[in-house]
């Protein structure tokens, strides 16, 4: 096997200390012979504002760039609070996405089982819970020019966001969630506000042209207000969600904390195939934070971060069932009733960073 | 009294059926002499555009600018799906919202105790709450220009939306916001993306500002992705929310739906004061919409409708003793156990629309 690369990330706050737990799956595997990854590491958000005054300096975009995957931990910190805003730590998440063109977001809602009691809503609505949310992420008002804000004198301001969309950019998220609703429960539901916004109108004209492709997948429109209410009231009603950057971004949040797993909750984002070798810029993330309460103390959940790493092994390596062991070993720990404090409960036992990493990693 | 002038605008579905509830109200409020309400009708969304391809006429805009308050039911329908885009239902509704300046949205997400089980969060969650979203209802990205789609031929087509807020827009609508906190529980959270919007910078910039002349209340910023998580998570910790228009479109729907009580919820529209006469244009609606597929039935909930009248009542007219007894009459009927279909429970009477409505009145 040829050695591939993988940028470790860590960033801020819980962010390094997850991380750790990663880079020993990674020598296991490496040791097992299972995969032969090469690590290297870098500096993002307020780590890299530090060390460089950058959110992320050129030397680690290019190392993204070259990477066969990057992982990414968290970033962010009361301490960046007042840096200056092009500077911020999230601008090493917006940076990296962008050039690394990981416009597919793969957001996955699932409810562990040992978990569902956890869940704020009922467990019946959330027991089994499974829906992927497919959100585009390199385009929208995250990114779409002008962006600014004017000073128009006596006081006052005026500040513009630009929402952008492309045909060819909804095209292709939309084919990335019907092609994987075929791996899953065949049901896409593509969420905008068309009733008042024209990229809307935009997103919903080319996502029922996609939709003819695949005849074979249940597709209906939802008017993102009433996304967020169904994603409330019923939320096995879905299976995959394809929707834009900002809409995904809150969409996925709400589905994420309906599972009552969200300290467990991966996240990729992939790019197009390249022609030539078919391979796909991939970035890997857990869907929380970085948590800056509970940083420094090793009692932060790894769970999220190991299973971003399984997605990696599951997208960018094809390795399909060293990451169905990745994600047993998890499910495995939770029926054995280790909990970290995120996700304590009555009669379980409460394990720090270190002692969850461990014994998912007994259990490969 | 001065005769008081009401606009109804019944719309489209179960509009017309709960608005002659609201009617009959406002002929018991006049024959008691508690009001001298003189009332006149308008078409909006589909009922417009059947009678005069338009999703409301000059005539009943100029109405609605004339009136003291305009009371709206709701609009759309499958039939109208395909009608111009500028014609569509909504736009009546984006029109007059405009045209009549209210500019501050309050949303209430109560939970009415009698339906507590009707959510789907856990009972302990919900029971009691009472959250007030304030919606910047007149700028952002509903209105913003650009706002259109280019043809780039190839088959390629751009879209802009175009969101843009100035400093004055923030302001005033973060005071209603800290007014409100202070009749309620002297709290305001914030909610924007400053981590990714220049409009959210500004949002923030200026809404921060005008904490500092409400030192009794206590503020905090959250970003709008959290907000969808915690509104989920533990709902109660908010009291008073104030957001941009399209934030506060999904935040607010999603609020409505944690209550179970979503076809109990009404909403104001509020414009600036008047410098001369004080007065304030103000617009009434429920929360929930048009229901194309209970519509002609006679089983709708007209709460909401009714709710809004007494809201319209309370910041209109200023009688807030008589918003009170109604409030307090539509407590009192589900308290006895009457339903309406959509919050049907066991050992609990269903009835239609009429009934409903006409047990309300007996109350008063
Ligand atoms: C940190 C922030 C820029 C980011 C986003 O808004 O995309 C985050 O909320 C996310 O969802 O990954
Ligand atoms: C019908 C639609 C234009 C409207 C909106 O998006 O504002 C509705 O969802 C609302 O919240 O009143």
């Known amino acids: 096997m040829a050695?591939?690369?993988?940028?470790?990330?860590?960033?801020?706050?819980?962010?390094?200390?997850?991380?750790?737990?990663?880079?020993?799956?990674?020598?296991?595997?490496?040791?097992?012979?299972?995969?032969?990854?090469?690590?290297?590491?870098?500096?993002?958000?307020?780590?890299?504002?530090?060390?460089?005054?950058?959110?992320?300096?050129?030397?680690?975009?290019?190392?993204?760039?070259?990477?066969?995957?990057?992982?990414?931990?968290?970033?962010?910190?009361p301490k960046w609070d007042n840096v200056p805003y092009e500077h911020r730590p999230e601008a090493a998440l917006l940076r990296l996405r962008k050039e690394l063109g990981v416009f597919a977001n793969l957001r996955p809602a699932i409810c562990y089982p040992a978990l569902a009691e956890a869940s704020s809503l009922k467990r019946e609505l959330?027991?089994?819970?499974?829906?992927?949310?497919?959100?585009?992420?390199?385009?929208?008002?995250?990114?779409?020019?002008?962006?600014?804000?004017?000073?128009?004198?006596?006081?006052?301001?005026?500040?513009?966001?630009t929402q952008v969309y492309e045909t060819y950019e909804i095209d292709r998220i939309a084919r990335v969630a019907f092609d994987l609703a075929r791996t899953r429960s065949n049901k896409v539901h593509s969420a905008d506000k068309k009733n008042v916004m024209k990229s809307g109108v935009l997103w919903?004209?080319?996502?029922?042209?996609?939709?003819?492709?695949?005849?074979?997948?249940a597709f209906e429109h939802i008017l993102a207000d009433n996304a967020a209410m169904q994603l409330v009231r019923n939320p096995k009603q879905f299976d995959v969600m394809v929707t834009d950057n900002l809409f995904g971004d809150i969409l996925s949040d709400?589905?994420?904390?309906?599972?009552?797993?969200?300290?467990?909750?991966?996240s990729a984002s992939l790019g197009a195939p390249d022609p030539a070798t078919g391979k796909r810029k991939a970035f890997y993330e857990p869907v929380h934070g970085s948590a800056p309460d509970i940083a420094g103390k090793g009692i932060a959940n790894p769970i999220a971060m190991i299973a971003s790493f399984a997605m990696a092994l599951r997208y960018s390596f094809n390795m399909i069932e060293l990451a169905d062991r990745v994600d047993a070993a998890i499910a495995d720990v939770l029926a054995d009733g280790l909990r970290t404090g995120d996700i304590a409960q009555d009669n379980r036992k409460t394990v720090g960073t270190e002692e969850m990493g461990a014994a998912i990693l007994a259990k490969l």
Chains 1, 2 share one sequence.
């Open 204 to 217: 919903d004209e080319v996502v029922r042209g996609v939709a003819k492709d695949y005849p074979d997948v």
């Open 126 to 161: 959330v027991e089994g819970l499974d829906i992927l949310i497919v959100r585009e992420l390199t385009g929208g008002v995250y990114f779409g020019e002008p962006k600014e804000i004017t000073d128009l004198g006596d006081g006052q301001k005026r500040a513009i966001d």
């Open 3 to 77: 050695s591939q690369t993988l940028l470790l990330l860590p960033g801020d706050g819980i962010g390094t200390e997850i991380m750790v737990e990663v880079e020993k799956l990674i020598d296991w595997t490496n040791a097992e012979g299972l995969t032969d990854f090469s690590t290297d590491h870098g500096l993002v958000g307020g780590a890299a504002y530090d060390a460089h005054q950058v959110a992320v300096s050129e030397d680690d975009v290019e190392k993204a760039r070259a990477a066969d995957a990057v992982i990414f931990g968290a970033v962010g910190g």
């Open 254 to 266: 709400a589905a994420a904390m309906l599972t009552g797993s969200l300290g467990m909750l991966p």
